[in-house]
């Protein structure tokens, strides 16, 4: 493969993701090495994280480069994500594509995880202005999109759990492994939504969003319903409980669209492949955009996208740089 790319590497949690993406937005390799060592504790253990991807990220980047079919040589640029994230994670990452970035002099962008989410959707064309809706294992927010570059404005994030840890905790209550969004969303298919009412906030203002009161309700109701006849009832439980958390999303949503009078909507996270909160954006009948499965849940491709969109900093400027574990940088400034 000939042309010019970015080589970018994203490590802010259990996944060890590196992409190579042409400065046209083509994505030439996306590899993703998730971690499944941590589903023993029931959540991500940092330490443990940190360490694993010491050993895959070189393994990582090599089968991104050999995918696409390039080498060192072909690179002009060097992307990873910044923060927020895990601390330990983060830095194993960013220091590999610094060093990679120095070993050549290239230039380098360090991104912020959030806007390589809604950055995402760039890599299907679908450009700025829209809203985003991001709902992932670690974050939940609603931002207005109205340019590529960014600063994104953040309208509406969870005051506690994320959705993706609100169907993590649901899973876990139900018995079903970790990460167990996706086991609970097939048991529920079996279920009927309304034979339990579950919280959804709706008497919250706002555009905030809160899950902790959520996974309380279904450990009361499990309690109250005793061992049998939980485990008699778990696809209704299921069921009640995913429709409480699509239905919490989508009153923000819907506030949101009202009051910024957007026409746009795209999702990510690795939510979005929660098929009925697919269905229930589609119903809505605006113009939306939902990533392929492997684009909203955590990748280096959408680094890449978000990457291109900001300003490269030369070598050696960048050397000092250093990852930061909470968002206290406007979402989408520049690195
Ligand atoms: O974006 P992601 O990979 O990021 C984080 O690591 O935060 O999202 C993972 C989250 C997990 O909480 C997982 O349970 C949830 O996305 N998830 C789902 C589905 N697929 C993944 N939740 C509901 N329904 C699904 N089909
Ligand atoms: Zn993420």
């Given at each position: 493969m000939g042309g010019r790319v970015i080589l970018a590497v994203e490590t802010s949690c259990d996944d060890t993701c590196a992409a190579v993406v042409g400065l046209?937005?083509?994505?030439?390799a996306n590899v993703i090495s998730s971690q499944t060592v941590h589903d023993r504790f029931g959540g991500v253990v940092p330490e443990i994280a940190s360490r694993q991807h010491l050993e895959q990220i070189t393994p990582v980047i090599d089968a991104a480069l050999t995918q696409a079919e390039v080498?060192?040589?072909?690179?002009t640029r060097v992307a990873a994500t910044r923060g927020p994230g895990l601390v330990a994670a983060l830095l194993v990452g960013f220091s590999a594509a610094k060093g990679l970035a120095a070993g050549r002099e290239l230039p380098f962008t360090g991104v912020d995880h959030l806007h390589g989410h809604l950055a995402a959707s760039f890599l299907n064309?679908?450009?700025?202005?829209f809203l985003c809706l991001i709902a992932s294992g670690g974050h939940t927010l609603l931002a207005r999109v109205t340019r590529p570059e960014g600063p994104a404005e953040i309208l509406g994030q969870t005051l506690d759990d994320a959705a993706g840890e609100a169907f993590d905790k649901g899973a876990r209550l139900l018995?079903?492994?970790?990460?167990g969004g996706a086991a609970l969303s097939r048991l529920a298919a079996?279920?009927?939504?309304?034979?339990f009412r579950f919280p959804?906030?709706?008497?919250?203002?706002?555009l905030d969003f809160s899950f902790a009161g959520l996974k309380t309700a279904l450990l009361y109701k499990t309690r109250e319903l005793g061992a049998e006849e939980t485990a008699r009832r778990r696809a209704d439980l299921a069921a009640a409980y995913e429709a409480a958390i699509v239905e919490a999303l989508m009153i923000r949503l819907r506030r949101a669209v009202q009051t910024t009078g957007a026409t746009r909507i795209a999702l990510g996270g690795g939510?979005?492949?929660?098929g009925p909160l697919r269905a229930a954006v589609a119903a809505l009948g605006l113009e939306h955009d939902v990533p392929v499965p492997a684009l909203c849940t955590d990748n280096a491709a959408m680094i890449a996208a978000a990457a291109l969109h900001l300003p490269a900093q030369p070598?050696?400027?960048?050397?000092?740089l250093d990852v930061y574990a909470t968002g206290e940088r406007p979402l989408a400034a520049p690195a």
């Open positions: 046209d937005g083509v994505i030439h080498g060192l040589d072909k690179i064309g679908f450009d700025p202005p018995g079903l492994g970790y990460p079996d279920g009927d939504p309304a034979a959804v906030g709706a008497r919250m203002g706002g939510v979005a492949a929660n070598y050696p400027t960048y050397l000092g």
